[in-house]
């Protein structure tokens, strides 16, 4: 008789394992909502419940690419979306690289700190401090006045919202999103620094041919990774800075159906481009996980 095969637990099992309860209660809190899709094809109306309003079929997904503006609302997300990741990125990669060169512990600690900070203070609060600098009547116009010069609308400009939104959004979170970077410097082994100093390479060519080629998966993961959130340009950001005098480059997908479905409680028209939003958002993630498989080697187990 041969003998008995011992079974074995592999591995990426017990990874599994480990996150499978969390992923029951994700799994259960979504589901309890899955009935509320069926809003984005009828003429919803709460006291008649998902199963009693008038189904429309597709009429609620029409209605958004019949407005006027719609195609300046789809434009004006992709742009602040897409600007934001590259700027965030290319700072904190920049942030990184920089920090790693910096040799006193103590004063690399102080500047990481104050770095990081800005990623934990809701947009509610920090759209009240640029508020305050940027306003008609902030200090950067009080400051204007003082000198004799006019007064300058910087949050009623509509050529210069979009630009203060990226910019604003990566000096939030260039600190935080510079993180993952530094993990990655620390991980490039030392021995290639020492060897590159042998052969007399002075610091900016150890970053320039050790640090950058070193870190290079992270950063084609992390692009990658961004493309799942492409439509994402930031409600809250948004919704506490936009004003009408520049809604034309203002209004993003996410601003619209808060209009829409919360506003003017068009449930059924609010709900059908949230879907839509969010079935584009699973393909790109499905797409960015397979390109960040493919191209860097990069799987979650």
């Known amino acids: 008789m041969g003998k008995k095969k ?9 990874y599994w394992l480990m996150v499978l309860p969390a992923i029951i209660l994700v799994f259960l809190f979504n589901t309890r909502t899955w009935p509320g899709i069926l809003a984005a094809f009828q003429d919803f109306i709460p006291v008649k ?32 979306a897409v600007g934001k990741i590259i700027s965030v990125q290319c700072m904190a990669i920049a942030f990184a690289l920089m920090i790693n060169e910096v040799r006193n512990a103590r004063l690399k600690k102080l500047i990481q700190t104050f770095t990081y900070l800005p990623h934990f203070v809701s947009w509610v609060i920090f759209a009240t401090i640029l508020k305050s600098f940027l306003g008609t009547d902030g200090m950067i116009n009080m400051a204007l006045n003082s000198l004799g010069l006019e007064k300058f609308s910087f949050l009623g400009t509509p050529s210069l919202f979009q630009p203060l939104m990226i910019i604003t959004e990566t000096i939030k979170e260039f600190g935080w999103a510079a993180i993952i970077y530094l993990s990655a410097i620390t991980g490039i082994d030392p021995g290639l620094y020492e060897a590159a100093e042998v052969d007399g390479a002075r610091r900016w060519q150890q970053t320039l041919h050790v640090t950058i080629p ?7 993961i992390q ?14 950001q948004i919704f506490n800075m936009y004003n009408t005098l520049v809604m034309s480059r203002a209004d993003i997908i996410d601003t ?31 797409a960015a996980y397979w390109a960040a498989d493919k191209f860097a080697d990069y799987k979650i187990f």
Do not use: C
């Open 214 to 220: 070193g870190i290079r998966y992270m950063i084609v």
């Open 223 to 236: 692009a990658v990774l961004h493309l799942g959130s492409i439509l994402n340009a930031g409600f809250d």
């Open 49 to 80: 419940g998902w199963y009693g309003s008038k189904w429309v079929g597709l009429r609620n997904f029409r209605v958004f690419f019949m407005q006027p503006n719609s195609f300046g609302i789809i434009r004006n997300t992709l742009v602040m």
């Open 6 to 14: 011992k079974f074995r637990i592999s591995d990426k099992m017990y």
């Open 256 to 286: 619209w159906v808060y209009r829409q479905g919360i506003v003017s409680m068009n449930y059924g028209v609010g709900t059908a481009v949230g879907l839509l939003k969010g079935v584009i958002a699973l393909i790109l993630t499905a």
